[in-house]
């Protein structure tokens, strides 16, 4: 299947700091990348839809000047977390799907996941 | 997207054969199954989807009843590397553009 990497797997910041995760299409072309964020013993949640070189679409509750999103690319979209406070430590995982005709069209696939501690 | 139900937990013998149930009774005809499994502290795997005929892939069996009402994920010999969180997902075929809804799946447990 197809691969999408994140960097970095984990991440430890002081309180008000800004964090970059950075995530990749290994081997497909993705339009469309998600951002989802996870807390302890619950499910994924949306953070919000990135599409290759438009704005990303913030679900809501999610502020779009806290977590800010650039696709760039086809292979690259990164999430900053700006002013990072310890309420947004989490698990920030992104999935990548919608190659352009290749083989990947109709699966998300998923990174491995940042886990971001805020202290 | 429709609604599936799930067990929230089963066991599983190791080497023996893992049947988790997924309920999806409001699908519409255009719409797939996904499974995905959440190991601890890692992002979500991409099992399998189908959307009437049963598939079958290197990892998993998929099993969906003839009204499409229902489906079963079929680990064959399940491992203890198998322990992980396993979401049954209805969506239509444009997966590409809108995000997953994830549900709170079934936690299985493989016991040694």
């Known amino acids: 299947g197809a691969v999408v990497s994140q960097h970095p797997s984990w991440v430890i910041c002081k309180s008000g700091t800004s964090v970059k995760i950075e995530c990749r299409s290994l081997?497909?072309?993705?339009?469309?990348m998600f951002w989802y964020r996870q807390f302890p013993k619950q499910s994924l949640m949306l953070m919000a839809t990135?599409?290759?070189?438009?704005?990303?679409?913030?679900e809501q509750g999610v502020e779009k000047d806290k977590f800010l999103i650039n696709h760039a690319s086809l292979t690259l979209s990164t999430l900053t977390v700006t002013s990072a406070h310890p309420e947004d430590s989490s698990f920030y995982i992104c999935?990548?799907?919608?190659?352009?005709?290749?083989?990947?069209?109709?699966?998300?696939?998923f990174g491995p996941g940042t886990r971001l501690t805020v202290l | 997207d429709a609604k599936t139900t799930q067990p929230p937990s089963m066991d599983c013998a190791e080497g023996r054969a893992a049947n988790l149930p997924c309920n999806h009774s409001?699908?519409?005809?255009?719409?797939?199954v996904y499974w995905y499994r959440q190991i601890h502290s890692q992002g979500p795997q991409y099992i399998i989807h189908?959307?009437?005929n049963n598939e079958t892939n290197e990892m998993a069996s998929l099993i969906i009843t003839e009204d499409r009402k229902s489906s079963t994920l079929i680990l064959p010999h399940a491992t203890l590397r198998d322990t992980a969180v396993y979401y049954c997902?209805?969506?239509?075929?444009?997966?590409?553009?809108?995000?997953?809804?994830f549900g709170s799946g079934t936690r299985l447990q493989v016991q040694p």
């Open positions: 999935s990548a799907g919608g190659s352009l005709g290749g083989p990947y069209t109709d699966t998300q696939y």
């Open positions: 409001t699908i519409s005809g255009n719409e797939y």
């Open positions: 997902i209805v969506r239509s075929m444009d997966t590409g553009r809108r995000a997953l809804t």
């Open positions: 081997d497909f072309q993705a339009t469309t």
């Open positions: 990135s599409n290759e070189g438009s704005k990303a679409t913030y």
């Open positions: 189908g959307l009437k």
